[in-house]
């Protein structure tokens, strides 16, 4: 059982280059969502979504693209990278229903913007 | 939606209990409250939630005023390993869940 598994770990972006953040969870989870940590800050919520075809957006949406084709993935999609997006990007998932289920963080991926 | 306000910083002494509160002044009648941690550089981590009773469970207790409009979390035996940024955070669900600065706790041995 592997959990969230986001991919790669490392990435160097030069500035207006395109790249896809992939996140992947084997819990059959409904809920998926992507957050960014600057240095000493807490998360921001960039997008979420409550299941296939469905997506939503958090307070920091603005360059980042999301889709939902699968339950299994959610990739974060970064069309003209900026120097301003240079962060440790998260990927969670949990449950939807009733019975509260905690979100289940992914290990990050380190983006450099030069 | 709800906001929270923690203290940015505390210390506790290894072996003691560490509390740490929260205030949640204008929490509604359908929000919880939710605990969770940040290790290192590592992904947040839950610890505990509740709506207004008491809960408590392997990692720590959690206790909410009668009026709700704070908590606190208890650990209540701290080690070296619980040094971390403690999030307290108010809401219905997961849905569009907000991680605000939290509280970075530090265990002296």
């Known amino acids: 059982n592997a959990g969230v598994t986001q991919t790669p770990k490392f990435q160097v972006l030069k500035t207006g280059q395109s790249m896809t953040l992939q996140c992947a969870q084997d819990?059959?989870?409904?809920?998926m969502s992507w957050y960014r940590q600057d240095p000493g800050m807490g998360l921001r919520l960039i997008h979420y979504?409550?299941?296939?075809?469905?997506?939503d957006q958090g307070e920091v949406p603005n360059g980042y693209n999301v889709s939902r084709s699968t339950t299994e993935d959610f990739p974060l999609r970064l069309l003209s990278a900026a120097p301003s997006q240079t962060s440790v990007y998260f990927c969670?998932?949990?449950?939807?229903?009733?019975?509260?289920?905690?979100?289940?963080f992914g290990n990050g991926t380190r983006l450099t913007v030069t | 939606d709800a906001k929270t306000t923690q203290p940015p910083s505390m210390d506790c002494a290894e072996g003691r209990a560490a509390n740490l509160p929260c205030n949640h002044s204008?929490?509604?009648?359908?929000?919880?409250v939710y605990w969770y941690r940040q290790i290192h550089s590592q992904g947040p981590q839950y610890i505990i939630h509740?709506?207004?009773n008491n809960e408590t469970n392997e990692m720590a207790s959690l206790i909410i005023t009668e009026d709700r409009k704070s908590s606190t979390l208890i650990l209540p035996h701290a080690t070296l390993r619980d040094t971390a940024v403690y999030y307290c955070?108010?809401?219905?669900?997961?849905?569009?869940?907000?991680f605000g600065a939290g509280t970075r706790l530090t265990v002296k041995p």
């Open positions: 979504s409550v299941g296939a075809g469905i997506t």
């Open positions: 819990m059959n989870h409904e809920y």
């Open positions: 969670a998932s949990s449950r939807q229903g009733v019975v509260y289920s905690p979100l289940h």
């Open positions: 955070i108010v809401r219905v669900n997961n849905n569009d869940m907000r």
């Open positions: 204008t929490i509604s009648g359908n929000e919880y």
């Open positions: 509740g709506l207004k």
